[in-house]
């Protein structure tokens, strides 16, 4: 009997093992697609209980000199950066050297609203100041070298666009304001600070800020797509510019280091874990907040030239998964990350959903086609598998739906709802709170 057993056991570690390989697999061979289709290049890192379980790079740090990316090559990591910069603050907080309500009025009392701005606003994007990084001509300004006056200055003269904490508005400034306050408190330069409290604490050997990523030094340069070719992009921000709303540079393995690092408590003590992942209309302190199958997924994106970067983090499984790219083509990364986690966790019971109605092939035919809307940034394209429907978003990887009802379908991982209504050809599309209507496109 307990040759039985154990027979039983080790056949399942096996099998469970080579359905593992088998999903890391369809992943290495999805992210190597990507830049044989021209739609990314870049790498990828997943991360399952503070260890690394698979990394891959696809396309080129450098097209013109044909240099491959690889697992240690570094990327600016653009807004992902507001997350270190929120932690860094939380801990300043912790060590009682500012709180949650101090006012901005104690660091910047010339700025609009400084009286009535508290550091908590900043951290959740409702201060109401206006995004300095949408000031017309401002991605040329920024590619020069600007001093924190000069970067003061932009801010002063744009007026907010609402009351503080009235609601939730994302804005590079608050974060760029909030680097210069952890400047002035530890008096230090928040490349020093980074470095002492993230850094160091985590063993990053590849992660930095105030200075430009450089290809002898294993750096992507940054692309474009355009006439069927990747082109460099020319005007680079500086990046003593966005400092800690956009500044690190860093390799996925890193990242993931990071975020691992922030969920097991080597960062910051669960209070204040807690207290930054609270969040207010989506948004925690430095962090977005999703679904994934009912659970909660921590992480946030980046952009700035042409890099792209995602990263994201499912404490109950303790997973980890982010993305960086120097060079991005009509594509969504936040899509990206999703199929990632659906093909790792394939073989997951605990994931698996199922229609609650059974549908006849009949029923699903008049709802396929293309479907395009004003608000929605994509077409979809309905197909079927069967009795499945199946929904891709321009450029997207496909993604099997769920019946609801007959009508009404649902992407379980990303919570996204798609109610069709046949009478004029239409699918209303609910995504983040937020409702989109597609009609059919006429053959």
């Given at each position: ?60 740090i ?57 550091i ?6 409702r201060?109401?100041?206006f ?74 050997k ?58 097991s408590g ?5 209070t204040f874990?807690?207290q ?32 792209r ?26 899509n ?76 379980d ?18 995504f983040?709170?937020?409702e ?6 006429k053959?």
């Open positions: 009997m307990k040759k039985s057993i154990f027979f039983l056991m080790g056949f399942l570690c096996v099998f469970l093992t080579w359905s593992q390989d088998e999903n890391l697999k369809e992943i290495e061979n999805l992210f190597a697609d990507l830049a044989s289709e021209n739609k990314a290049m870049g790498t990828l890192s997943i991360f399952k209980e503070g260890k690394e379980v698979f990394n891959t790079s696809t396309g080129f450098s097209v013109e000199d044909k240099l491959k990316a690889n697992r240690f090559s570094n990327y600016r990591i653009a807004s992902i950066t507001k997350t270190y910069t929120a932690t860094i603050i939380l801990q300043l907080i912790s060590e009682q050297k500012l709180t949650l309500e101090s006012k901005l009025s104690n660091f910047f009392p010339e700025l609009p609203n400084a009286e009535r701005i508290k908590q606003d900043l951290l959740y994007h201060s109401g100041l995004n300095v990084t949408e000031i017309e001509g401002f991605s040329t300004w920024i590619s020069s070298y600007r001093t924190r006056e000069e970067m003061l200055e932009k801010i002063k003269g744009k007026k907010p666009n609402f009351n503080p904490d009235t609601k939730t508005a994302y804005s590079n400034t608050n974060y760029i304001l909030l680097s210069y306050i952890a400047e002035d408190i530890e008096k230090k330069k928040y490349a020093t600070i980074f470095k002492e409290r993230i850094a160091d604490a985590l063993n990053l590849h992660s930095y800020l105030g200075k430009d990523v450089e290809v002898k030094d294993n750096g992507a340069k940054s692309y474009y797509f355009e006439n069927k070719k990747w082109n460099p992009v020319t005007i680079i921000t500086d990046i003593n510019g966005p400092i800690g709303a956009g500044g690190i540079v860093s390799n996925a393995t890193e990242v993931n280091t990071f975020f691992d690092g922030l969920f080597k960062l910051l003590s669960n874990l807690k930054m992942t609270t969040t207010k209309e989506g948004l925690g302190m430095g962090l977005s907040m999703f679904q994934y199958h009912g659970m909660p997924l921590y992480g946030h994106n980046g952009a700035i030239d042409g890099f970067s995602i990263a994201g983090y499912i404490p109950n499984k303790k997973v980890g998964v982010v993305i960086t790219c120097n060079g991005v083509h009509q594509m969504s990364l936040s990206l990350i999703f199929k990632v986690l659906d093909l790792y966790f394939k073989n997951d019971a605990s994931m698996k959903s199922t229609s609650l109605v059974e549908l006849k092939v009949s029923d699903l035919e008049p709802l396929l086609g293309i479907y395009g809307g004003d608000t929605f940034p994509f077409k979809v394209t309905f197909t079927r598998e069967e009795n499945r429907l199946l929904a891709q978003a321009t450029g997207q990887p496909i993604f099997k739906l769920i019946a609801l009802k007959r009508n009404v379908f649902k992407y991982a990303m919570g996204i709802l798609f109610n069709f209504n046949k009478k004029d050809d239409s699918v209303l599309v609910k983040q709170g937020k989109h209507l597609l009609k059919k496109e053959l």
